[in-house]
């Protein structure tokens, strides 16, 4: 993307718990990048920028951010002014400024967490050992062919593959996987976990995906489905209610949906073979959410 008022090329590519930008600055000064929590806290050392933003009271995604040349000085950003010569800053707003004289290109890569900021230093590590776009940009092409390609198509005319492409391309988007090297944060309990050997997901939309999202991913994905349908019961057990999400956030689950259409979800997956999962505990779980939650 071009941004034309600034005169900043961006160009940019995504892993799974990381990421890598690539900034050109065509004009004339100094070039810039700023760092917002938006509310949280930061801190900068030489070429790196650490610190959290708080998603609600209780949730923090944490970064870790390096950029591959080392600025020529930092500093804090308040009311449209850096202090430089500081290198923390926390509260509403907390903004860290990096300042480069004599670059008009930079790279940026970062890796996130809800675990901490060291975690989200090894999940960079893990994932992006490059500043080159193009590198990690391939990497994804290759895993979404692999995901797409599950499933082909016959007849039809272009049109009709590209609605039927993008409508399997959005059946990925929910659930997500937030385990990070065998430990996940839950915000039903607020505590890290180990996953056991199972990936915890969460941000569903359950209202929604039970229709088509879920069963489609019975056929073509069914370990994922099962470790949602873990996911769920790992959700309900560590809440104070024991009840089934309605709809789960990374922030925990917002109650705000009558009825509960995630019992589809685990009764549907449970007939159709995917039964690796304590039906016991799925009944209780499903029972309370429909029979003692209310909108209130």
Not at 28 to 34: R, S
Not at 56 to 75: H, I, M, Q, R
Not at 91 to 109: M, N, P, T, W, Y
Not at 133 to 160: F, R, Y
């Amino acid at each position: 993307v071009y941004l034309d008022e600034a005169n900043i090329e961006v160009d940019y590519a995504p892993s799974h718990q990381s990421a890598v930008y690539s900034l050109k600055f065509e004009k004339d000064g100094p070039a810039y990048l700023v760092f917002n929590s938006r509310n949280g806290e930061l801190k900068c050392d030489g070429n790196t920028v650490s610190g959290f933003q708080y998603v609600d009271k209780k949730t923090k995604v944490y970064l870790y951010a390096e950029t591959d040349k080392k600025p020529e000085k930092s500093g804090i950003l308040a009311s449209g002014t850096v202090k430089y010569g500081k290198s923390s800053v926390e509260g509403k707003d907390a903004a860290l400024a990096l300042a480069f004289s004599g670059q008009k290109e930079i790279g940026v890569r970062y890796g996130i967490s809800f675990i901490s900021s060291e975690q989200a230093k090894s999940n960079l590590r893990k994932e992006i050992r490059t500043f080159d776009v193009n590198q990690v940009a391939e990497k994804g092409k290759d895993i979404w062919n692999k995901a797409l390609s599950s499933i082909s198509v016959k007849g039809g005319n272009e049109n009709d593959k590209i609605v039927f492409y993008t409508s399997l391309y959005r059946v990925y988007e929910r659930m997500i996987n937030i385990s990070e090297e065998g430990k996940y944060y839950s915000a039903f309990d607020h505590q890290i976990h180990n996953d056991e050997g199972i990936p915890f997901y969460t941000d569903d939309w359950i209202w929604d995906t039970y229709r088509a999202a879920h069963p489609l991913r019975i056929l073509i994905d069914p370990e994922a489905e099962q470790a949602m349908i873990h996911s769920y019961l790992r959700m309900a057990e560590q809440s104070a209610e024991f009840w089934l999400p309605t709809f789960p956030e990374i922030t925990g689950d917002s109650h705000r949906m009558n009825g509960n259409h995630g019992v589809i979800v685990l009764w549907d997956s449970y007939i159709k073979g995917l039964t690796n999962f304590d039906l016991e505990t799925a009944y209780k779980t499903s029972k309370g959410a429909l029979t003692e939650k209310t909108l209130l």
